[in-house]
């Protein structure tokens, strides 16, 4: 199935290309100094925006666009950091690195890798004065964020997958983590060599009884890093399980047996409470010695859009098949999926809401959700009832492609959104 290359999709938003249309800025507005957006799903990578003060009604009569910007073919997800946003994305059988002004979607360097081919599909990270991108064929690059030089490449060992690689790396301290093998690797982040590898070997993997022939299961999710029981650890949705990793040694705390042979999703942490999105979604409880679950169903799947988590509740698309190629989004964009809140503590669905297939983040108690056909909206996150704000057309009607399925991202409160063949459009959502 022609699943990940769609599915990736689902992974990221970050292409570039040449800016060709500016907008009209409206007036600033104190917005709470944000943490940027410097990876996949945010500076948590829970998917959630630390801003507040922005616009939840800014998108009645229509989107504000400040700009928009022609990138280049991906699934990609953008970064930003410091008023300057990262993308990468493919053009002309050229792979490139692109950093813009943030607020302006003026061009600040680019950068471009004519060995390094396919359309991209993982997220750079910003981290410092260095951002680090994960191409189609596996090669991790280290860029200077001054001017786009680079530092080092790496070609990561070869993978089965069918799409290649779409996991985004994720950076800790020294590290740089990547979802590969049973349960991840993580490199030096200033030099590129390996610190430590999980391996393919099923003598050593996670779980017991996993087969040795990698062909036979992959996984798309990025690491979610978090401390657990005053470890610093890794979470990653491999290939056959859910695995807890130290971090500084790659040493497995625990891992426990998914359901699926194909993770597209990431795991949820609050507290001592990890949830496992899946076909079949589990909640665990670790403990210093132990995990317990919580509660587990077959209620609803959420193994393609990772769920958001809000005051207690998680935001769930119900996605119950798989994405077999881009012909079948016509199909999809048609269909009606179940959109769901559900307490995370119990499992108890709060409520269903049926419409159109949804990336989504959060902020300030509100779901920013994005359509196929490039609906923005924004909608209250409540247990209550699924309750939408405003809404609008984020090409404002204009004749472009209508495949968007990546998430939307909030920054300084200006939202970002792009389809797959290349539009990234800034709107405006400031008061």
């Known amino acids: 199935m ?27 507005v104190a917005v709470e100094k944000p943490s940027g957006w410097p990876q996949w799903r945010g500076p ?5 925006s630390l801003e507040t003060g922005w616009n939840a009604k800014a998108l009645e009569g229509g989107a504000r666009i400040l700009w928009t910007t022609m990138i280049g073919m991906g699934y990609s997800n953008i970064a930003i950091a410091e008023g300057r946003l990262y993308a990468m994305g493919s053009r002309e059988r050229q792979l490139v690195f692109t950093c813009l002004d943030a607020g302006s979607g003026s061009v600040i360097w680019q950068k471009v890798f004519e060995e390094l081919v396919g359309t991209p599909q993982s997220t750079p990270a910003v981290d410092g004065d260095r951002v680090y991108a994960l191409t189609y064929l596996g090669y991790l690059v280290c860029l200077n964020t001054a001017d786009g030089a680079v530092v080092w490449q790496k070609k990561l060992p070869p993978i089965p997958n069918f799409c290649q690689w779409a996991t ?26 390996v610190v430590w590898d999980s391996g393919w070997d099923s003598k050593t993997s996670p779980v017991a009884g996993a087969a040795d022939d990698p062909g036979t299961d992959h996984s798309y999710s990025s690491p979610v890093v978090t401390d657990l029981q005053g470890k610093r650890t890794a979470l990653f949705m491999g290939p056959t399980a859910l ?16 359901r699926s042979n194909e993770e597209t999703t990431d795991p949820i942490v609050s507290g001592n409470l990890v949830f496992m999105p899946e076909h079949f979604p589990t909640l665990f409880e670790v403990g210093k010695s132990d995990t317990r679950i919580i509660w587990k169903t077959s209620g609803f799947m959420c193994n393609v859009s990772t769920p958001v988590l809000v005051n207690g509740y998680l935001y769930v698309l119900w ?41 989504f ?12 056909n490039g609906t923005l909206s924004v909608v209250e ?43 990234l459009v800034c709107i405006d959502m400031r008061k």
């Open 168 to 193: 985004s790396p994720i950076v800790d301290g020294n590290l740089v983590l990547i979802n590969a093998h049973y349960a991840g690797m993580a490199l030096d982040k200033t030099t590129g060599n």
């Open 243 to 258: 695995s807890a990793v130290e971090t500084s040694t790659g040493k497995l705390l625990w891992s426990k047996r998914s």
């Open 361 to 372: 983040t959060a902020s300030d108690g509100k779901l920013i959700t994005l359509d196929p």
């Open 319 to 359: 996605w119950d098949t798989s994405i077999p190629g881009n012909s079948t989004w016509v199909p999809v964009k048609a269909r009606q999926w179940p959109f769901l809140c559900v307490e995370l503590r119990t499992g108890k669905v709060m409520w269903t809401e049926p419409g159109p297939f949804l990336q």
């Open 381 to 423: 996150a409540s247990p209550e009832g699924f309750h939408p704000i405003s809404s609008a057309d984020v090409l404002a009607g204009a004749n472009r492609s209508r495949l968007f399925v990546t998430p939307p991202v909030l920054y300084e409160g200006r939202v970002y959104c792009r389809n797959f063949e290349g539009d």
């Open 2 to 28: 022609k699943r990940l290359l769609f599915l990736s999709a689902f992974l990221s938003l970050l292409v570039v290309g040449e800016a060709f249309a500016g907008g009209q800025k409206t007036a600033s």
């Open 44 to 48: 948590r990578g829970d998917g959630v």
